[in-house]
C-alpha cells in the first residue's frame, strides 16, 4: 500500500498508543516513545514493523506514542492509520490481518 496523506489512529489515554503515518523517502522511518520503552521497546517495534510489512507499506514516517498497549491494540491502531493514509473507503477494510 502506498501512504498518501498524513493520518493518525489511537489516543494517548492509559493503554492505548498513537499512531501517526505519512509519506516516507523510501524506507520506514520509526519514532517510538514508550512509558514501558525498557520493558517492551523492541518488542513494539518488531509489532508496528510487522504489520506494515505484512500491508505492503514500504515507504512511510511513523510516529508511535505509546502508554501501555496490548500488542493487538497497537495492530489495530497500526493498520487503521495506514488504511486512513491510504483513503481506503470504510466498505472495504479488510480488518484483522485478512490483507495478503
Known amino acids: 500500500m502506498e501512504i ?6 489511537g489516543t494517548l489515554e492509559s493503554s492505548d498508543v498513537q499512531v501517526s503515518i505519512e ?3 523510501g524506507t520506514i ?3 517510538l516513545s514508550s512509558s514501558v520503552m525498557n520493558q517492551y521497546g523492541r518488542q513494539i517495534k518488531e509489532q508496528v514493523l510487522s504489520v506494515l510489512k505484512r500491508l505492503g ?3 512511510a514516517r511513523v510516529t ?3 502508554k501501555g498497549a496490548l500488542d493487538c491494540t497497537i495492530a ?14 470504510e466498505k472495504n477494510i479488510p480488518w484483522g490481518g485478512n490483507v495478503r
Open 4 to 9: 498518501m496523506k498524513p493520518a493518525i489512529a
Open 76 to 89: 489495530a491502531r497500526v493498520e487503521c492509520a495506514v488504511f486512513r493514509s491510504c483513503g481506503q473507503s
Open 57 to 59: 507499506v514500504e515507504s
Open 23 to 25: 509519506p516516507g523517502s
Open 64 to 66: 508511535v506514542v505509546d
Open 29 to 31: 522511518e520509526l519514532e
